[in-house]
């Protein structure tokens, strides 16, 4: 079973940003697609059993971005 949740993202300027928080959002253990839908939103598919939405929030976080559940 996978969840799905789309990210909005604050302070991206270009999609050269939103590669790097789809690069770090698919690292993370239990992610299995991150995709950019437009510039500050990201659609993750994880597995709700090893994340939760606050683990794809930190990571995104981690690379200096504010993120929340849209």
């Known amino acids: ?38 510039l500050g939103q990201v659609a993750v598919e994880y597995d709700p059993h090893r994340l939760t939405v606050m683990d794809l929030i930190r990571a995104v976080r981690e690379e200096g971005f504010l993120a929340g559940m849209l």
């Not at 969840?3 to 993370?28: F, H």
């Open 1 to 38: 079973m996978t969840n799905r949740v789309m990210l909005g993202i604050q302070g991206v300027e270009n999609y050269g940003q939103m590669s790097k928080i789809v690069e770090a959002l698919t690292k993370q253990k239990g992610v299995l697609k991150a995709e950019t839908q437009q």
